[in-house]
C-alpha cells in the first residue's frame, strides 16, 4: 500500500522550503501538571534539535501549583512563553498554541509523556528531505518512561493524502496530535483547528490536515514513549466513545463533500471504527449506541455493498462482540510495549 521515497522521487518536492533547518513551536498544554513540568522541561532541552520555541499553555482553573512550576521554568529555554487558557478543554488549549506560534513547524507535546532525544530530529529530517506537510513519527506504549524498545525497524514511509488516510483507516499510523510535526503555513492557510467543545479533538483534526496535504511521512523508529497512567480523560470510556463516535460522524460528511472519490473508502473506515469505539462503552450506552436507528442504517448500508464477517458479527451478536473487543483491547490495541 505504502509507497517508498526511493521509489515516489517523481512526487516528492525538488526544492526544500527552508534555507536552514526550520524553527519548531513546541505547544504543551496544561492542567494540574504541576508534578510533570520539571521533567517535561528536561526532555525537550535534551531534544537534538535545538531551534525550538516553547509555548506552555496553562489552565488557570488548575487546582495545584502548575503556573507557577511554569514560571519558574520559562528561564531555562532560550525562547519560552506561557499563556493562560480561562476556558476551554484541550483543543482550546492547542488552539491558542496555534495562535502564539511563530515557528515554521508546530508540535503538540503532551506534558506527561517522554519524547526520546532523537525524536524531533528524526521528524524534522524526515520533513526536511521529502519537504513534507506533516511527519507523524512512531511511539511505544508503556506504563515506564524508560522501557526496552525491541522493534529495530526505522524506516521512513511517504505517502500521499489518501495512501494516509487510508493507512489511518487501518490503524497503521498514530492519529494523536503529539505524534506529528505540522507545516505552521499549512495550518494556519486551511483554517485548521481543533473541536474544543468535545472529546477526540485528535481525530478530528488529523484527518482534516491529512486531507489538505501533499506528503505525509512517517518515521518507523519508536522514540516517543507514551506514558499510561489511569487519571486522564482517555480513561473514561463512555466518555472517549462517544467523543470518537461523533468525531467519525461529522468526518463522514467532511469527506462526502470535500473528498468525493475518498469517501467509499473512509466511510467503511468509519463504520468500523464507530463500532469499536462504542465497545469501549459500558453496556448501557454501548446498547443504546447497538439500538440507535442512523447508526444501524449506516452499518445496513455498508454491509449492502461488502459482506465484512467482523460487522455482521456484531450485527447479529452485539453483546458477544463487545466482550471479544474489550478483551482485544486489553490484551493486544494496548499491550505493554506496543508500537505502530
Known amino acids: 500500500m505504502f509507497l517508498t521515497a526511493t521509489v515516489r522521487n517523481n512526487f516528492i518536492r525538488k526544492t526544500p522550503r527552508y534555507r536552514c533547518m526550520p524553527k519548531v513551536s513546541i505547544v504543551v498544554p496544561v492542567f494540574n501538571g504541576s508534578r510533570y513540568i520539571e521533567r517535561n522541561t528536561q526532555y525537550i532541552l535534551e531534544q537534538e534539535h535545538k531551534d525550538i520555541e516553547v509555548i506552555f499553555v496553562a489552565d488557570s482553573r488548575s487546582t495545584d501549583d ?4 511554569i514560571r519558574n521554568v520559562l528561564p531555562e529555554f532560550g525562547h519560552a512563553i506561557m499563556v493562560e487558557q480561562e476556558k476551554g478543554g484541550l483543543g482550546q488549549a492547542r488552539n ?3 495562535e502564539r506560534a511563530t515557528g515554521d513547524l508546530i508540535w503538540f507535546l503532551d506534558v506527561d509523556d517522554r519524547p526520546l532525544p532523537r525524536y524531533l530530529s528524526n521528524l524534522v529530517a524526515a520533513q526536511q528531505e521529502h519537504d513534507a506537510d506533516v511527519v507523524l513519527g512512531n511511539s511505544i506504549m508503556s506504563k515506564e518512561l524508560d522501557p526496552k524498545i525491541k522493534r529495530k525497524k526505522a524506516g521512513t514511509v511517504v505517502m500521499n493524502r489518501h495512501e494516509a488516510m487510508a493507512a489511518r483507516g487501518k490503524n497503521r499510523i498514530p492519529v494523536t496530535a503529539w505524534s506529528m510535526i505540522i507545516r505552521a503555513g499549512l495550518i ?12 477526540a479533538e485528535d481525530i478530528d483534526f488529523t484527518y482534516r490536515l491529512l486531507s489538505v496535504s501533499d506528503v505525509i511521512c512517517f518515521c518507523e523508529e519508536p522514540l516517543y514513549v ?5 487519571d486522564s480523560m482517555c480513561s473514561n470510556n463512555n466518555v472517549r466513545g462517544d467523543g470518537e463516535i461523533k468525531s467519525y460522524v461529522r468526518l463522514v460528511e467532511y469527506m462526502r463533500e470535500k473528498e468525493p472519490e475518498f469517501f467509499g473508502t473512509f466511510h467503511k473506515n468509519a463504520v468500523f471504527m464507530m463500532v469499536r469505539s462504542a465497545a469501549r462503552m459500558d453496556a448501557e450506552h454501548y446498547m443504546e449506541f447497538v439500538r440507535d436507528k442512523s447508526m444501524r442504517a449506516m452499518l445496513d448500508e455498508e454491509l449492502a455493498n461488502q459482506v465484512e464477517p467482523e460487522m455482521v ?3 447479529m451478536f452485539p453483546r458477544a462482540y463487545r466482550k471479544i473487543a474489550r478483551a482485544y483491547f486489553k490484551l493486544v490495541f494496548y499491550r505493554e510495549g506496543k508500537t505502530f
Open 66 to 69: 502548575t503556573l507557577s512550576k
Open 96 to 98: 491558542l498554541g496555534i
Open 188 to 199: 494556519k492557510k486551511n483554517g485548521l483547528r481543533f473541536i474544543e467543545d468535545g472529546y
Open 226 to 230: 507514551y506514558v499510561q497512567s489511569g
Open 313 to 315: 458479527f456484531f450485527k
